[in-house]
């Protein structure tokens, strides 16, 4: 394992009516920023997206998402090693078509392969 501590600021906060109104039908953006007294920095221009979804949506909403957002730089995670290389090859090929650009990377990778995925 590669523990690694991210420490994010979340700038805008979601009431529990219009979270509960919007699960399930589209992208919750949370703006992040940071100030000239924190420790950590988080760029301004960073935007976290979060959506809850059932587990047999997720995959079409994920690749939904990559498709609507393809001129963006995005990371996605994924728990564990192994759900990078079935998600990721699984995304490949449903977006192979709209030639959409999806790089793996993952702890286990030769050090050569990750730096060609940065």
């Known amino acids: 394992r590669n523990p690694v501590l991210v420490n994010v600021q979340v700038a805008a906060r979601i009431d529990k009516t219009s979270h509960e109104e919007s699960l399930g039908k589209e992208e919750i953006p949370t703006s992040k920023f940071s100030t000239k007294n924190d ?18 949506d997720k995959i079409s909403r994920l690749a939904a998402f990559l498709k609507s957002h393809r ?32 790089e793996l990377l993952h702890g286990k990778l030769v050090q050569k392969r990750r730096e060609n995925a940065m």
């Open 39 to 56: 420790t950590t920095y988080t760029p301004t221009t960073l935007t976290n997206f979060y959506l809850v979804s059932r587990l047999e």
């Open 71 to 102: 001129d963006h730089k995005i990371i996605v995670f994924f728990l564990t090693c192994a759900c990078v290389d079935f998600y990721g090859t699984t995304l490949q090929e449903i977006l192979k078509p709209e030639s959409v650009y999806i």
